[in-house]
């Protein structure tokens, strides 16, 4: 039978989403445990990979496994995960489901706190400039990738990608009055590697003043990098919903 996890984790704490030798990541955790349980060496496929410090508020992956496996399950999987890691439900699928394959899209958002907060170090990141942004720019800089499908502009140098073509189908600020923060939310088919984080340090440098959107509107024309590239840091993005036309 084959099953999907529905996973959420704060992956301060991990070196990423991916299994590494020698490295503590989510993938090794939840297989480490599925394996003590299943009695059975047992691995998993993730819907997509999230950097090292990245967090995840809705995870799906997918396994094989030689018994029909009951609701307790979830509850013994999450008494070995620690606290970091939390199932929430096990869903059984057809036999050829793939969680990463058969994904329609993925969304994430970035938290950008505007006022520093002890208590949100490892989930959003404090912008020491936040008063100086200009937020309709930012806006601006966000909506303006909607026209584009190549974005090489995003990508990180050195990857495998067969395509940098995406389809992206949301991509904006908002702003949380009551916490004082910024958000910004985007939704693809698909992303390339590191491709969220350099765009919200593109629209932190447009709202700063430190680039003028028409020069990103032309590295995106001629898919080139931008010069003053910025990746912001790793602790403000989740993954945060994952949508399948039979599930979810």
């Not at 584009?148 to 990857?159: E, G, I, L, N, R």
């Not at 916490?179 to 709202?207: D, E, P, S, W």
């Amino acid at each position: 039978m084959r099953y999907f996890l529905e996973l959420a984790y704060n992956g301060t704490r991990f070196c990423g989403y991916q299994e590494q030798p020698n490295q503590i990541t989510i993938q090794s955790q939840i297989e480490e445990k599925l394996s003590i349980l299943l009695r059975t060496p047992t691995k998993i496929v993730g819907c997509g990979r999230t950097d090292s410090g990245v967090h995840a508020l809705q995870y799906i992956a997918h396994f094989d496994a030689a018994e029909i496996l009951t609701a307790d399950f979830v509850y013994h999987l999450n008494s070995l995960l620690g606290k970091d890691i939390v199932c929430y439900q096990l869903i059984e699928v057809a036999e050829d489901a793939h969680a990463r394959f058969d994904a329609t899209s993925r969304s994430y958002q970035y938290v950008v706190d505007l006022v520093q907060n002890p208590f949100r170090q490892e989930t959003a990141y404090y912008c020491r400039f936040g008063n100086q942004l200009d937020v309709a720019k930012m806006q601006a800089a966000a909506k303006l990738l909607l026209n584009y499908k190549d974005f090489t502009t995003f990508c990180k140098s050195k990857t495998d990608n067969k395509t940098n073509l995406c389809d992206l189908r949301q991509s904006e600020w908002v702003f949380d009055e009551e916490k004082k923060q910024l958000i910004y939310q985007v939704t693809a088919n698909r992303f390339l590697r590191g491709m969220i984080r350099l765009i919200v340090g593109m629209c932190l440098n447009v709202g700063k003043g430190n680039i003028p959107i028409e020069l990103v509107k032309t590295a995106m024309e001629e898919q080139t990098i931008l010069k003053s590239a910025h990746s912001a840091p790793a602790e403000g993005l989740f993954l945060m919903d994952i949508k399948y036309d039979f599930w979810g």
